[in-house]
Structures are given as structure tokens and as C-alpha cells.
């Protein structure tokens, strides 16, 4: 049982590039997040997602995309990538009344 | 969305209970109170969970008070694994997004 896997774990990104980070489940959840957590602060919600073909916005949700096309997968998008959004990205999979399971994470740099 | 209130950090010393604190006043009728952890440079980890009654699990005990408008993360027998960041949040279960919402957390520090 792999739970929620991440790829790629690291990235090195120029300005202005646009990148893919990978999420997938295995676990049959019905929820999807993403987040990003910067040096020394708590985790922000970039976009979510209630079941395939449902996504919505969190906090801080410009300069990201996703899509859930099926329950397994939820990939996050950069557009366009920018200095600030050099962050560690976490993808978390769950249901209704249960706790989250997190990926180990995408450490991204934006040079 | 409802808030909660932790002390930045604590100590323990190792093979000792640790008592994690959380205030929540604002908490509503269909809030969870939830916590998790988060181990240096891993992504966080659920702990416990529940609505009114306490909890047990093999982590942790998860004691809520009568009103709920606190909460306490009981460690039983601490270890330097247990040295991490503990967040205590409250999740809607009225709220059809019902993703989870950080905030700063309590940082604990584990001595041996």
C-alpha cells in the first residue's frame, strides 16, 4: 500500500518555466489537497478537490491549476513559474470523518 | 472558520507524559477537533481525532473538554521521535471542502 506518492521530490526551475508536480493515491479518497510550506512557516492551501471532475480554490491559489480527471490522480500546475514559489509542496489524500494521509513532498526552487 | 490557540513550544524530557494544549472557544456543533504532526522535513502525519468523547489510540490520547472549547494531546511516554510540530485544528464537517487549515503549532522539544 504506497498511500499518497509525489514525484519529482526535488526541482530546479528557471523563472518563467512551467513544471508538473505529480500526486497520486491509492487508497480510493475522495479528497485531494495541495499545499505549500515555506521555510520556518505552517502549511497553505493551494487548491482541493471533493471527487474526479471537482476542484476548487484555497488560499493561495494564483500562479497554480489543477484538474482531477480521476480519483487516483491530482496534479498541481505552474504555470509560470516565479521566485516566490520556491516551497516544499505537499499533496494529502482522505475522506469525510478520517484523518489525511500527506505525500513526502515536492522540494521545489525557483532560480 | 473556527480558530484554535497553541503555545509555540514546549519541552519534555524523554520517557516522560507530554500534555500538548489547544484552545478552540469558537468551536461549533460540527467541528472535529483533529491533530497532526509533523517530523523534521516530512510531510505531517494525523494523530487522533474526535468530536466530544475522549480518544485513545496507539499514538496518543486525545482528551476534550466538557464545554470543547479546549482540548489536550496527551503523549504518554515521550521519545526523541516524538520531537515535532503538532498542529491542532478544527474541521467542518458541515463544510463540503472540509480541507484542513494550519496554523503555527506547538514545537516540541524532546530531551533525553
Known amino acids: 500500500n504506497a498511500g499518497v506518492t509525489q514525484t519529482p521530490k526535488f526541482q530546479v526551475l528557471k523563472t518563467g518555466q512551467s513544471m508538473t508536480l505529480q500526486c497520486a493515491q491509492d487508497?480510493?479518497?475522495?479528497?485531494m489537497s495541495w499545499y505549500r510550506q515555506d521555510p520556518g512557516m505552517g502549511l497553505r492551501l493551494i487548491h482541493y478537490s471533493v471527487g474526479a471532475g471537482i476542484t476548487d480554490q484555497g488560499e493561495v491559489p494564483n500562479g497554480y491549476n489543477v484538474s482531477r480527471s480521476t480519483t487516483e490522480d491530482f496534479p498541481l500546475r505552474l504555470l509560470s513559474a516565479a521566485p516566490s514559489q520556491t516551497s516544499v509542496y505537499f499533496c494529502?489524500?482522505?475522506?469525510?470523518?478520517?484523518?489525511?494521509?500527506f505525500g513526502s513532498g515536492t522540494r521545489l526552487t525557483v532560480v | 472558520d473556527a480558530k484554535t490557540t497553541q503555545p509555540n513550544s514546549m519541552e519534555s524530557n524523554e520517557e516522560e507524559p507530554v500534555h500538548l494544549p489547544c484552545n478552540h472557544s469558537?468551536?461549533?456543533?460540527?467541528?472535529?477537533i483533529h491533530w497532526y504532526r509533523q517530523l523534521p522535513s516530512q510531510g505531517p502525519e494525523y494523530v487522533i481525532h474526535?468530536?466530544?468523547s475522549n480518544v485513545n489510540n496507539r499514538m496518543a490520547s486525545l482528551a476534550i473538554a466538557e464545554d470543547r472549547k479546549s482540548s489536550t494531546l496527551i503523549l504518554h511516554r515521550a521519545t526523541l521521535r516524538d520531537a515535532a510540530v503538532y498542529y491542532c485544528?478544527?474541521?467542518?464537517?458541515?463544510?463540503?471542502?472540509?480541507?484542513?487549515?494550519f496554523g503555527g503549532g506547538t514545537r516540541l522539544m524532546v530531551k533525553p
Open positions: 474526535g468530536l466530544t
Open positions: 487508497m480510493n479518497h475522495e479528497y
Open positions: 469558537t468551536i461549533s456543533g460540527t467541528d472535529y
Open positions: 485544528i478544527l474541521r467542518d464537517m458541515n463544510n463540503a471542502g472540509n480541507m484542513l487549515t
Open positions: 494529502a489524500s482522505g475522506t469525510v470523518f478520517y484523518g489525511y494521509t
